[in-house]
């Protein structure tokens, strides 16, 4: 009978992870046609088996700006310059209802999609992706509300709005950015899921969607540029409406601080969200 001799293994030398995850970017562009399908899948349940369907895109920006325009243009009389109050608050409300919306989905899509992290591996940053992705969709029909009521209004729109889409990529930026952060900690810690809807309405108030940055002192006004989302809704009413943007100031280094926490909070997310994801599955 021969005799067997034990295989001779190579020793395996087990070394120290890099102090920063990857951010496997190459991964996630492979699964994006996962990000489109899973986009498209929260735009067809959000709105499936109510009375009203895909209408509530409209109602929701349209009762919000009738509810400001009594309450805030009407009874408080908010100076809104030129512009009439529900073309000037209409505009904010745009990029701030797609901001906190894609915030709210996506801070609580690892959670809800449970069931897809422990069955099939794919880069975890996906779901949150798809969920600010997938709010463009109601942003592009708000949108065409805010023009039906400059129309209405015989508001025109100005010259600059062919600079919208930098506004909309730093609103897009500022919406991934925090969701990675709310969406890993959620996993860990469900407060979050209370948290984050106190948040967004706090943020609110401290950004100028009902009122305009000259109500602010000019003293303070500087805590403002802190808020990315007060360059998104300036940026707005200035591509759309021709309001200057009082509150970045006239420096270049003012307007570009707004970009740079967004990008600074979307490095900081991505990489958070990467160091916490292998444990996504056994705590989720």
């Known amino acids: 009978m021969p005799v067997i001799e ?31 399908f899973l986009a498209w899948r929260d735009v067809k349940v959000r709105y499936k088996q109510t009375a009203l369907g895909v209408s509530w895109v409209v109602l929701q920006p349209l009762v919000t700006t009738v509810v400001f325009s009594l309450l805030f243009g009407g009874l408080l009389q908010v100076p809104s310059g030129s512009i009439p109050y529900p073309v000037f608050a209409c505009a904010a409300l745009v990029p701030w209802n797609y901001f ?19 069955k099939v591996y794919f880069p975890r940053m996906v779901i949150p992706l798809s969920g600010v992705l997938a709010s463009l969709v109601d942003a592009a029909v708000a949108f065409l509300v805010l023009l039906a009521l400059m129309i209405y209004y015989h508001v025109p729109v100005h010259p600059s709005v062919f600079l919208l889409p930098p506004f909309v990529l730093l609103a897009m930026v500022a919406a991934l950015g925090f969701s990675l952060w709310f969406s890993a900690l959620n996993v860990r810690y469900r407060d979050v899921t209370y948290l984050v809807p106190f948040v967004i309405q706090v943020w609110m108030y401290v950004t100028p969607v009902i009122y305009g940055t000259t109500l602010i002192p000019e003293r303070w006004r500087f805590l403002l540029v802190l808020n990315p989302m007060t360059g998104v809704v300036e940026g707005f009413r200035w591509a759309l409406l021709g309001i200057a943007p009082s509150s970045l100031g006239n420096t270049p280094l003012s307007a570009l601080v707004p970009c740079l926490v967004a990008v600074l909070v979307l490095i900081s997310g991505a990489y958070f969200f990467r160091a916490t994801e292998r444990t996504f599955a056994d705590i989720v």
């Open 6 to 36: 034990p295989m001779h293994l190579a020793p395996r030398v087990i070394e120290p992870g890099p102090a920063l995850p990857s951010l496997q970017l190459g991964v996630l562009w492979r699964f994006r046609e996962l990000v489109y």
């Open 100 to 118: 906190a919306g894609s915030l709210g989905r996506a801070s609580t899509s690892l959670v809800t999609n449970a069931s897809l992290l422990t």
